[in-house]
T-cell receptor, first 111, second 114 residues
Framework: DAKTTQPPSMDCAEGRAANLPCNHSTISGNEYVYWYRQIHSQGPQYIIHGLKNNETNEMASLIITEDRKSSTLILPHATLRDTAVYYCIVRVVRNNNDMRFGAGTRLTVKP | DTGVSQDPRHKITKRGQNVTFRCDPISEHNRLYWYRQTLGQGPEFLTYFQNEAQLEKSRLLSDRFSAERPKGSFSTLEIQRTEQGDSAMYLC????????????FGSGTRLTVV
């Protein structure tokens, strides 16, 4: 299974872009990159996913490098409510559909 | 649709007692997952169902744990003879089948074994 590496913590100023990196150097060609976040005392929340191309939705943008060995989640204008643990996950290559979470990055947005 | 519902939100039990948690997924989601999360760690996969069939169980799911999804809708997770090490947040998630779909998680059941 492809592993992911994320920094344990990051800070970001309110209103600035938050760029959260993820390394997945052993990713396979048919594995997707998923991002979730977990606000304290809540279940994880799906943010975005991608395979090869960059993706954008109302919450964030996902930039995947051309070699697919790393990606960056971008929150364009971070707010205090974006303070959370952010998880980068690479889907295991099976018929099953389980997501394996690591320790994630604790993002703190500061006023 | 109100999302994934879990009941109860909190449960305190004495060591050795049995507990059961319930999860109601999003109605059109045919896949349902159980995770466990301890303080400071990411969620750990326990098991998942496709409709009523339990297709995978983690090694974390000891013999004291059992999960069911009898009619392919709601699911229950039972822990028998609880131990203090079972104290954790138990999360349920659901999804539709396919590579390109994310999971929708419930708010979890926090279990404290005293």
């Amino acid at each position: 299974d492809a592993k992911t590496t994320q920094p344990p913590s990051m800070d970001c100023a309110e209103g600035r872009a938050a760029n959260l990196p993820c390394n997945h150097s052993t990713i396979s060609g048919n594995e997707y990159v998923y991002w979730y976040r977990q606000i304290h005392s809540q279940g994880p929340q799906y943010i975005i996913h991608g395979l090869k191309n960059n993706e954008t939705n109302e919450m964030a943008s996902l930039i995947i490098t051309e070699d697919r060995k790393s990606s960056t989640l971008i929150l364009p204008h971070a707010t205090l409510r974006d303070t959370a643990v952010y998880y980068c996950i690479v889907r295991v290559v099976r018929n099953n559909n389980d997501m394996r979470f690591g320790a994630g990055t604790r993002l703190t947005v500061k006023p | 649709d109100t999302g994934v519902s879990q009941d109860p939100r909190h449960k305190i039990t004495k060591r050795g007692q049995n507990v059961t948690f319930r999860c109601d997924p999003i109605s059109e989601h045919n896949r349902l997952y159980w995770y466990r999360q301890t303080l400071g760690q990411g969620p750990e996969f326990l098991t998942y169902f496709q409709n009523e069939a339990q297709l995978e169980k983690s090694r974390l799911l000891s013999d004291r744990f059992s999960a069911e999804r009898p009619k392919g809708s709601f699911s229950t997770l039972e822990i028998q003879r609880t131990e203090q090490g079972d104290s954790a947040m138990y999360l349920c998630a659901s999804s539709v089948q396919g590579e390109g779909y994310g999971y929708t998680f419930g708010s979890g059941t926090r279990l404290t074994v005293v």
